[in-house]
């Protein structure tokens, strides 16, 4: 019986620093074969193979000359992923072909190694299929990943705090409620020599950034301030459309219907960096999706 | 030749038991033979004969599990003579059936050669597997398993075993053939059927404790029962329907009403097991073989093909293709909607079906709306790329029943909703419990690197 492979959640930062998992390192999986998938672990001891991310598409080129290949850059709030679909991808090759950047997109693929000489490896993900979503999905992909991520990171200073290897550190992780393959993932990235460590303060502090970043409704201090957020990002709708505005031209204009100028700076600020709108070229701006 | 084969025959003894006696060193001397590696004839022995030891026992068993060892105690066997179909080539054998239990549960098997117990033995099984018979697990002794006695066992004595088990609801499976449970009734309704001519009066509704709910139906009066009841049931039948356990009271089933004394000591109220019930990771329903009315959310990473218009026989309701029913064969079809989808959440995978009033609220198309695309459209595929277009990576949760087949989850929705729970609550949460490390770490990285590139 072959299973559909789990789409983990994975923020980019932690993705692209996976590396493969050799197959005998897994030493409780009963299927090595040919059929078992190509499976890469994370510096946080998460196992993969397929991947779910949602972040907004900042690049996209056509490569390759003899057959048609995309390559696509997602970025989420630590980083990117670099994306490829090509003629064996059909549907996501489709999807690529036609959509506008910049936008916000949900993606399925399969995370692909490769590592052209010791020391060099590029992680990217092989599309399969991928779709134009809105802000409020994106956001809950940021939370979700979030929380999948936290988890992890929880589970991983625990082990490191426990001082145990292999096989005891397996049977603590299962005791602490951690699941089995989390646990045998964390036990196999404690082995590699890496600086673990370093990692995860990095990552935690990323995604402190990221979650702090996220634009909610709700999330001002006052009603009233988020209230008046909720017009100038409307306003931004209004006069910019999909094309834009000049940025100068849009604060007078929220000016004139009284919104504070160091407040529209700051919801600008804001939306720049959750991604929901962006500079194409200096001094317009203009709104993601 | 034979320095080169003992080290392997010292190992086949130590992992398999006795293999002159059992057979196993005639399999073997046959593929040497064949002229096959001694390493390699040894390697295909252990894993035809179970070289794994994984040792299971009866609550672990699922559908379609291969090469473990179990230990019971033989509750019941039965024999029976099965004559093969006419112009095969083996004669007719024997088919050796009963109930295998440990403390755990008990569990029907058949074993295609004698075993080597009766009746209140304690066997031990390697190279065990189970099959799904008649819509329950059936663990299956097949002519490469080994089975021998085990004479002092500390399992419990025959007649603890087969008392009919006490049972939380979430533990019901399709293992189970008796169970007792307490639980209270959540729905009830009568209604009227004929069976054999005869009209016959029968109760379902659905039980819960604090662990699930599982549906009933009773065939006797269940007279002072009553939706808010909380009732003790012992030696009802689990029946099996479309892969989800249902409790059956039959005559010989005691119901006795818990008084409210008692029922302050269990971990339920009527009322906490009539709340909604809280969404479930998909990792949790995926380690269980069925689950009924939970809910699960996650996103959508996938629609299926057969998605969208499909047509349905006026018989029999099946799918049909190009106007042809498998059974009724060429036909009028009738259009109908649904939609297959792949439902994630990180941990898990499922696929969900939505039937048409579903799939019409979550495509945001009603059935006709859909046709007129199908036949204004050039793509025969118009409405099954449009579903994708608005449907992949949506997040969607889902009420209804999962149950497991070959190819993992499967789940039939009974109702579905875009979640609301609050994002910005979980981001504080989240914060606070990121907050653990020391603070500093916040100035080092927060350049403008996580800005847009």
Redesign the interface.
Known sequence: MLKREIAKRIFAKEFEACRELEKSARSSSEIVDSKSPNLLISPLGLILNRVFAVGVLTELDSIGTQNEMWKARIVDPTGAFTVYAGQYQPDASIFFSTVQVPAFIALTGKARIYEPEPGSVFISIRAEEANVVDEEIRNRWVVDTAEQTVDRLEAFSDALASGYHGETLREYLLERGISEELAEGISIALERDRAPQEFARQLSAYIREGLKALNFESEGPAGAKADQKEFVLELLKEIGGGRGVDYATFVDSAVSRGVPEEFVEEVVRSLLAGGQCYEPKIGIIRLVG | MDKKIAPQLEELTRALGDIEKSGIRAEFDKLLAFRVPPEVAKESILRKFGG?RKVLKVKDLST?LKNFGITGRILDIGEKAIHPQEGAQEGPSRLYTGVLADETGSVMFSSWKELPGSTGDVINIRNAYTRLWQNRIRLSIGKQSLVSIVPDSPLPQLSELSKSPAKKLIDIGAVDFSVGTTACVLQLSHREVLIRGKQSKVISGVLADETARLPFSAWVELPGIDIGSTIRIEGAQVRMFRGMPSINILSSTKVSSVGPEEAEKLAFTFESAAKDPVPLKI?EIDSRDNMFDIVAAG?V??VRPGSGIISRCPECSRVIQKSNCRAHGKVEGVRDMRIKA?L??????MSVMFPRELAETIYGKSLEEAEQLMFSDISKDAVYEDL??IL????LAVRGNASKG???VSFVAESAWVPED???V??VE??H???K?EEE??L???GGE????
């Open positions: 794994t379609s990792e996103n990473v996938s792949v994630d959440d990180g941990t898990g995978a994708r277009r992949t990576g949506r997040y070959e190819y993992g609050d994002l910005a979980r981001v989240l914060l419990r990121l907050g490390d770490t916040d080092e990285v927060s996580i800005r847009l590139a």
